[in-house]
C-alpha cells in the first residue's frame, strides 16, 4: 500500500531536487535551498501546533484541518471532530496514564491524535476505510505523537475488553443517510445500521462499573442500563455527553463543580480565524440521571477494493 506523503515531499519535489544541482558540485543549489527552508518552517510549524494542543492553548479547527488533504477538508465539519470538541471529550474520558480510550470509527484519526497530545491517555482507532488508516498511522509515525494506535477493522470484531473509554461521534449515520456518505468502501444498510448499534449497546453493556462513554451527536441509539449522563455540553453544533457506568456520589459531585467553570472554556469557531466573532463557549447541563432515550487483526476489513476519493493524493485502496 503507497504511504501518504504530504505536500513537502511528493515525488515531483524530490526529481526536482535531483536536478537541481547540474554542476555536480555537491553544494546547495538555490532551488535546494528553498525546498530545505519550507520543510524546516512546515516542521516548526507543525510543532508549535501540537505545542498549543499539549498546554491547552487555543488552536483553530481550521488551522489543523490544513493538515489534511485538501479534498478531505470539506467532509469534515460533518464526519470529523473539531479541534476543541477533541480535546474537551478526551480530557471526559482520560483520568490518567491509565485511560486506554476507543475511537469507533476514527476516520482520519483526528480524535485520537489530539487526545494523545493533549492528555495521558492512550488512545486507539477503528476505521473500515484503508486509506484513512494509512493516513492515521503515517501521520502518527511521522511526527512521533505518542500513545497513539489505529486499526483497519470493523469495530464489531475487537476485544472491547481492552479498553476502559470509548468515543462515538454517532459513527452509524451513514447507514441512515447514503447522500451523506464518504465513498463507496463501504457497505451501507438501514439493516447494518441496527445490527451496528445493537453490537455497541451489547458490548458497552458487559464493560464493568466506571467505564466512560463520550458521545458526540449521541452514538445512534439509547446507552444501556448503568450508565449515567453526568454531563452533557453544547458545543457550535450539537452535545457532547459524559456518562460513566455506575457511577460513585464522588464522580456525579466532581461534575457538578464543572458548571463553576463553564465561562473558562471557551469553543473555537469551525473554521476561519475570520470568524472569530462567531466563538460562543458550551452550554453546561448536569444531568446525574439515566439515559432517556472476539480480537481482531489490525488489517481486517471487509471491504478493501476501495479507492480514496481524492483523485490527486497517490493512495489506492488494494486488495490485501
Known sequence: MNEWHDPVEINPARELL????????????????????????????????????????????????????????????????PVHVARRAAELLVTGPESRVLDVGSGPGKFCLVGALATLGHFTGVE??????????????????????????????????????????????????????IDECVELSLSLYDQ????????????????????????????????????????DIGNLDLWIKNPSPEEVISFQKVSSRAEELQASCLSAP????????????????????????EDS??????QDPCPELPIVCSKS
Not at 203 to 215: D, F, I, K, M, Y
Not at 275 to 293: I, R, W
Not at 301 to 306: E, I, Q
Open 128 to 181: 473500515q476505510r484503508p486509506y484513512l488508516v494509512e493516513f492515521s498511522r503515517s501521520f502518527a509515525r511521522k511526527y512521533a505523537i505518542p500513545r497513539v494506535h489505529f486499526l483497519r477493522a470493523n469495530a464489531g470484531d475487537l476485544d472491547w475488553s481492552r479498553y476502559n473509554a470509548f468515543y462515538f461521534y454517532n459513527p452509524f449515520y451513514e447507514n441512515l443517510d447514503p447522500d451523506k456518505k
Open 18 to 81: 535531483q536536478r537541481s544541482d547540474p554542476s555536480g558540485s555537491g553544494g546547495p543549489s538555490p532551488v535546494t535551498q528553498v525546498l530545505t527552508n519550507v520543510a524546516q518552517e512546515h516542521a516548526f510549524e507543525m510543532q508549535r501546533l501540537f505545542e498549543r494542543l499539549r498546554t491547552g492553548d487555543h488552536v483553530w479547527n481550521a488551522q489543523f484541518d490544513r493538515l489534511l488533504p485538501v479534498c478531505w477538508r470539506r467532509l469534515s465539519i460533518m464526519h470529523w471532530t
Open 274 to 297: 475570520n470568524l472569530a466573532d462567531a466563538e460562543s463557549g458550551p452550554f453546561v447541563a448536569l444531568c446525574a440521571s439515566t439515559p432517556d432515550t472476539g480480537p481482531a487483526t
Open 301 to 306: 476489513s471487509r471491504r478493501s477494493d476501495c
Open 196 to 235: 451496528y448499534i445493537r453490537m455497541a449497546q451489547e458490548r458497552l453493556a458487559e464493560a464493568p462499573s466506571g467505564t466512560r462513554v463520550v458521545t458526540f451527536h449521541g452514538m445512534g441509539g439509547d446507552m444501556p442500563e448503568g450508565y449515567e449522563r453526568v454531563l452533557q455540553e453544547f458545543w
